[in-house]
Each structure stands twice: as C-alpha cells, then as structure tokens.
C-alpha cells in the first residue's frame, strides 16, 4: 500500500503563489503522479500530471502557463507551483499515484487511472 500526504495549503489572495507537495510513503516504488482538484458544488477534475521519471508532464488548459508540477525522486515527493492564482483555483487539491504508468510514459490525466489518493489540501484564493 502507498500512504499520500498532500500539504502547502492554505488562504491567499489573487496573483499570489503557493507550493503544494504531496509524499509518498509506504512501498518505495515509483509512481506517475497527478494532481487534481475539486470546487464546491463540483466534480473533481485534472490539474497537472507527472511521469515517473519526470520527464513527461500534462497539464490542464485552465492552469497551463501558472502551474508546473515536479518530482524528487528521491524524496518520494512531487510538488505543484502554483503561480498567478485566481479565486477559481479555490478547491480542495489532491494528489493521486498510478502504479501501471510506463517509466517514461505520458502521464494521465483520467481519474480512474490512478491507484491511491490522498485526503486533500484546502487552498482558497481571495479576490
């Protein structure tokens, strides 16, 4: 089993920046990494995604040009720049591992790919 831990949430103001991370404990494999989010009253959808070996990244139209998502490896951490936030980026993020992504494949960016979750990270962007 694979624990995520997501953090760096938290309540900021329109233009700012924040930095999620998201670790990984439990077996020490590898995964292709995502993030995703959810807003009130709706579903959770795509925000970024990571290869396994960092390599590959995908990215929401939405956050493409604010957001970049990273990895170490060796810290079984991926993180999420979130840059220029605006009150619609107000969600719950989570991140999320997909154990059968080739090491060198595109990462992706469907919900029911992805083997384990985390609990989630409140960020909240005021106007």
């Known amino acids: 089993q694979v624990q995520l831990v997501e953090s760096g949430g938290g309540l900021v103001q329109a233009g700012d920046s924040l930095r999620l991370s998201c670790t990984a404990s439990g077996r020490a494999f590898i995964y292709a990494m995502g993030w995703f989010r959810q807003a009130p009253g709706k579903e959770r959808g795509f925000v970024a995604a990571i290869s396994r070996n960092g390599g590959v990244t995908a990215y929401a139209d939405s956050v493409k040009g604010r957001f970049t998502i990273s990895r170490d490896n060796a810290k079984n951490t991926v993180y999420l720049q979130m840059n220029s936030l605006k009150p619609e980026d107000t969600a719950v993020y989570y991140c999320?591992?997909?154990?059968?992504?080739?090491?060198?494949?595109?990462?992706?960016?469907?919900?029911?790919?992805?083997?384990?979750w985390g609990r989630g990270t409140q960020v909240t962007v005021s106007s």
């Open positions: 999320a591992a997909d154990r059968n992504s080739g090491y060198a494949s595109a990462p992706h960016s469907r919900e029911n790919e992805y083997d384990y």
